[in-house]
């Protein structure tokens, strides 16, 4: 039995969104061996995480971007999230690091 392929890149019904979904799957994967080797770059199987996190994050850019070029969705009203989320996870970071930097 042949599926409908809605939701794939090519379909009418949501364009892209099984991709988006792979990716995402992808990131969530290298986060997952980052967080198993403690944090170290070299995985017990050899690959290098980094290399792999830069690779799958660039997968899922694209398929964002793909998925936001050829579906019903607001480019600008995207941005302006990302870039309120990004301020504010910038926010966060300089507070944890500013306090990490007065313990004794
Ligand atoms: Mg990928």
């Not at 969104?17 to 170290?40: A, D, N, P, R, Y």
């Not at 607001?74 to 944890?96: P, Q, T, V």
Request: proline share 3%.
């Amino acid at each position: 039995m042949k599926g409908s392929g809605d939701f794939s890149i090519g379909s009418a019904v949501w364009p892209g969104i099984s991709k988006l979904t792979e990716e995402c799957g992808e990131v969530m994967q290298v986060c997952g061996k980052l967080v198993g080797s403690h944090g170290e770059v070299i995985h017990f199987d050899g690959s290098d995480l980094r290399k792999r996190m830069q690779e799958e994050l660039a997968d899922l850019l694209a398929a964002i971007e793909f998925v936001v070029a050829v579906n019903p969705l607001d480019y600008d009203a995207i941005a302006a999230r990302r870039d309120e989320k990004l301020k504010l996870f910038h926010a966060w970071h300089d507070a944890d690091i500013a306090k990490e930097e007065q313990k004794p």
